[in-house]
C-alpha cells in the first residue's frame, strides 16, 4: 500500500474499477449467435482506475492520489489493488466486497465499432464511509464518475466540501434515466463538470424547462452557448471536450476558455477521456489556473490517442512537460 503524505495536494478518486476482457471478432455477434475470437486480452479499467492512473502519472511527485472503491474478494481483485500500487496510487479507501470484482466484456469487430456488457460486481459496494481522513482537506481535488452508485458520490462530494476541496465530476456514461432532479443533486457539490458533446446535450435535455438542447452540436460556438447555459442552470463550472478540436469551459464566474488538442496520428482513442479527466484533477491540484489545467489535460488526451488501450497509453509527466514545449515552440 502507497502512504500519501501530508505534505502534498491530493486527487481523490472515487469510483469503478474494473478488468477488462477484450476479443476482437470478425463482426458483433447478433442475438442468438456465436462468434469466435481467435485469442482475448486482459487489461485493468473502470473510469474510477482509469482516472486515478491518469492523476497518478501526471503527478508523479507532485500530487498524491488515492482510490476509493471497491473490488471482490478474489484474485481479480487483488490484481487490481497491486496495479494501481504499482502505478504509486494510495490503496488504503478500497473495499473488499462479497460480490465479485466488476468486470466488462467487449467485443471489437474489424471496423473497430464494439459492443460491451460491464457486471458492476464489486462497484456497487463503495461509500463515503471508505473515505480514509487524510483525503479530507483543503488541498484534495475530488474526481467522480458516473459507474458507482450515485447516492454515494454525492456523500462524497457533500465531505469534500465541507473540508475546503473541490470536486470533479465526469458524467459518464450517462444514465439513460438520468433527469432533472438527479442531475441537480450530482451537482450540488461539485465544482467542475466534464462532459463530451453528446454528455452536455444529455445533460441539457435533462434540465426541464430550463434550456432548450440541440440534439447535434456542430459547432464550438455552439458548444460554447449550451454550456454557458447548463453551468448557469446547475451552478457549476462546465468543461466540454471536443475531441481533436480542444476543449471549450465555462468557468462559474468568468468569460469562456478554449484550448486546442494537440496534433496526434490517433490509433485509438479508448481511455482519452479518461486521460483528460485525471490530468485535469491532477492540475488543480497543484494550483494551476483553469487555462493552463486545461491545457496540460488537453495534451494528455491528445498522447493518450497514440497508442492502443486505455491505461497503458497514459501519458507521464514529462511526456506532457514535453509535449506542451513543443507545441509553443511550433
Known sequence: MVEMRGDKPS????????????????????????VLSPTYTQLFGGKGANQ??????????????AMVGAVGEDDLGEAVIAN???????TAGILRSVEPTGAAFISIDKHGENAITVASGANRAPSAASVPAFALNARTVLALQMEVPEAASRDVARLVRQAGGRTVL?????????DDKRLRALCESIDWLIVNESELAAAARCLEGSIDAPHDIQTPEETAALARRLSSALSVGIVATLGPRGVVAIPLAGEVVTVPALRVQ???TTGAGD????????????????KDALSRAAAAASLACRKVGAQSAMPKRAEIDAALAGAADG
Request: charged share 20%; with cysteine.
Open 84 to 90: 494501481l500500487a504499482e502505478n504509486g496510487i494510495d
Open 266 to 268: 490517433a490509433e485509438d
Open 170 to 178: 465526469n458524467l459518464a456514461p450517462v444514465p439513460p434515466d438520468l
Open 11 to 34: 486527487v481523490l478518486v472515487f469510483g469503478s474499477l474494473n478488468v477488462d476482457w477484450v476479443c476482437r471478432v470478425e463482426r458483433i455477434a447478433p442475438p442468438g449467435e456465436t
Open 52 to 65: 486515478a492512473v491518469a492523476a497518478a502519472r501526471a503527478g508523479e511527485d507532485m500530487v498524491a492520489v
Open 275 to 290: 486521460t483528460f479527466c485525471g490530468v485535469f484533477s491532477t492540475a488543480l491540484a497543484e494550483g494551476l489556473e483553469v
